[in-house]
């Protein structure tokens, strides 16, 4: 290349210096020496003759382009396969707790320190409180009560089972049941009697034994039986009646209930009183023996990083007695350009690896991306969940971020993107020659880059884009090129 630009520089000072006029000689248009010779290197002066100075424009002879081995080619669709984001580890707030009691108390006990690790359900500390031992009291003296009322309601079932008056009422409807049949027996078998009596007398009075008056007399009391039958039969009627209702009566518990409804009603009064001291006491984490001391456990699998407090310091409700992670399952901050948002989506891997141990990796999936760019960077946080991380990213950490997504933008070799006076530039193919054209870079990664302010179907110049740049610039100075 240098050797075509010294050739170049020669053929410009010769043609200088020997094709002119002596000084103040004019020549006209018709003159000889123009003849045929409007342009220096013999051209008829045409379209290009302004281009070939014009700042920003080059112009190459095929020996030139196959010199600096110049490529051209259109942008491509690109991915962000290897661009690597910044970020940091955090805790997974789901997978990190705080341990504190809900009553005020005194450390009693407490068997873990900083970096022990600990197992779901696994004691923190043991924290001795008065509040607990308050409760406790009032639980058993619940207890007692749901017993006393246990037994009372006994009594008073017992009491009316010897004295069951619904049973009572259905025996006495049953007697008198039996008494009006008994009735009617009695008085069926005197009109029998008074039947055959009277058959009789009507018979001697035929006969002339008897007197009218003697039958008269049986008549009247056989109807007279006849009318006792009747009312016998009522009422067997009115004491079956009688009885169906006082069986009803019974066996709807009415009077059973009557009788033992006060000492339900204090049962469940104790009982109720007892439960709700019960939850009071589990929702505190203590347990419903004797004692007024409360168990703190851990609810996750994980690591304690803070202890705050020591065996035997009194501690208030809610203050800190440890905090607990789960290193295994961590969080991810990763800052994402703006440009990054029309390539990434949930669920794209992106492989983390420590920025001081590029040998700690782990693979995670995009989860979140933060709908709010940050005012003072223009970035964009997005959450790569580390789920298996084996504990190799301790929380704070800082890290790289390889992500992976497509993307519909243009993407350039690397080669092919240039710096022009603090300007990102591209030699786009303008007919015969090249145009120095701005672009802006949007993302790049190991191989390149993905940009914007090209035109559709543009060509752009992928390799030996230095050496025109080189050549560019030279123009700019005083030469232009062929």
Request: with cysteine; aromatic share 2%; net charge negative.
């Amino acid at each position: 290349m240098k050797f075509f630009l010294l050739v170049g520089l020669a053929l410009t000072l010769t043609i200088a210096g020997c094709g002119g006029p002596p000084a103040g000689t004019a020549l006209s248009s018709a003159s000889p020496a123009n003849a045929g010779h409007d342009h220096d290197h013999g051209e008829q002066p045409d379209k290009h003759e302004h281009k070939e100075s014009e700042e920003g424009f080059v112009l190459l002879t095929a020996a030139q382009r196959k010199e600096i081995g110049l490529e051209i080619a259109s942008p491509v669709s690109g991915s962000i396969t290897g661009a690597t984001r910044t970020g940091r580890v955090e805790a997974d707030p789901d997978r990190s707790v705080v341990i504190s009691p809900q009553v005020a108390g005194t450390i009693k006990h407490l068997p873990v320190i900083i970096g022990s690790r600990v197992r779901q359900g696994e004691s923190i500390a043991v924290v001795e409180s008065p509040e607990i031992a308050v409760l406790k009291g009032e639980y058993h003296n619940a207890e007692v009560e749901v017993d006393l009322a246990t037994k009372e309601l006994a009594n008073k079932e017992a009491l009316f089972a010897l004295g069951d008056e619904s049973r009572r009422e259905v025996e006495e409807a049953t007697l008198q049941l039996a008494e009006a049949r008994a009735k009617q027996e009695a008085v069926d078998a005197r009109l029998t009697s008074a039947k055959l009596a009277h058959e009789r007398l009507v018979t001697l009075r035929e006969e002339g034994i008897a007197s009218a008056q003697q039958e008269e007399q049986a008549l009247a009391e056989r109807k007279a039986l006849e009318a006792d039958l009747r009312q016998a039969a009522s009422a067997i009627a009115i004491a079956k009646q009688h009885l169906e209702r006082e069986k009803r009566v019974a066996g709807s518990q009415l009077r059973r209930k009557s009788e033992t409804f006060p000492a339900e009603a204090n049962l469940a009064r104790a009982r109720e009183n007892l439960k709700h001291i019960e939850e009071r006491l589990l929702q505190l984490g203590a347990d419903l023996g004797e004692g007024g001391s409360v168990t703190l456990t851990s609810p996750i699998d994980g690591q304690v990083i803070k202890r705050p407090v020591n065996r035997g310091q009194a501690v208030s409700s809610g203050e800190v007695v440890a905090e607990l992670v789960d290193p295994s399952h961590v969080w991810v901050m990763v800052d994402l350009t703006r440009a990054d948002l029309a390539k990434v989506k949930l669920g794209d891997p992106v492989t983390i690896t420590l920025v001081n141990d590029t040998q700690t990796q782990g693979r995670g999936e995009i989860s979140y991306i933060d709908p709010q760019v940050d005012t003072e960077s223009q970035t964009v946080r997005a959450r790569v969940e580390l789920k298996q991380s084996g504990g190799r990213f301790r929380l704070g950490s800082f890290v790289n971020a390889t992500l992976t997504g497509k993307s519909d933008l243009p993407s350039l070799p690397k080669e092919a993107i240039q710096e022009v006076e603090g300007e990102t530039v591209v030699y786009r193919v303008e007919g015969e020659g090249f145009r120095r054209t701005a672009v802006k870079v949007l993302s790049q990664n190991a191989d390149s880059v993905q940009i914007s302010g090209l035109g559709v179907g543009s060509q752009v110049v992928v390799k030996g884009a230095a050496d025109l740049k080189a050549m560019d610039l030279s123009g700019t100075i005083g030469g232009h090129h062929h």
